[in-house]
């Protein structure tokens, strides 16, 4: 090995040494923190996220793959009836149309708990069929984080059907 390649490979290998503590220390502070923070700070006074009636997510009027929606989901929190994405460190401010996650289907456990699934692939338990709120034009659930979820059209009737109509 040439002296510079030498001098090469030690600052290659300082520098990696260097990237993983500041990733350490970022993933404990990351760790250290919830993502229900209220003290982010908030990026904009205007909403940056639309969900529309639908369960579909929309970015700066754009819509958003599911992929994309189903990461952000997991940092959607409802604080005093308005919607937020909240990470360590930002907060943006998210408009829901009707509910923020639209469930359309779901499944029966052992102990009287039922698993929802979203339109955007996320899964929402609950523990028992009791905490299913039926209101007059809606059925929804308190899922994590205060967000509300309703049951779209199909799984509104199939659980109408199972659930309420004898």
């Known amino acids: 090995m040439t002296k510079t390649a030498s001098k090469n490979a030690i600052s290659v290998s300082a520098q990696l040494k260097q990237l993983s503590l500041t ?8 760790h250290s ?11 904009s006074e205007a909403p940056m996220f639309d969900i529309n009636s639908e369960g579909e997510w929309f970015y700066l009027d754009s819509p958003l793959p599911a992929k994309f929606a189903k990461l952000f989901a997991s ?3 409802c604080i005093n009836g308005e919607y937020f994405l909240i990470t360590p460190v930002e907060k943006v401010k998210v408009t829901v149309k009707r509910h923020a996650i639209v ?25 028992n069929i009791s905490e299913v709120a039926l209101l007059e034009d809606a ?28």
Not at 23 to 30: G, M, P, V
Request: hydrophobic share 35%.
């Open 23 to 30: 990733q350490s220390k970022t993933q404990t502070h990351l």
């Open 33 to 43: 923190k919830s993502n229900t923070d209220e003290s982010a700070l908030l990026c």
């Open 103 to 127: 469930l359309v289907d779901y499944q029966l456990d052992d102990k009287d708990g039922l698993t929802f699934i979203s339109s955007i692939g996320t899964e929402h338990a609950i523990a």
């Open 139 to 166: 059925i929804e659930i308190n899922i994590e984080r205060g967000v509300k979820a309703g049951l779209g059209r199909a799984c509104y009737y199939r659980y109408i059907n199972q659930f309420v109509t004898d």
């Open 75 to 77: 940092v959607l929190n």
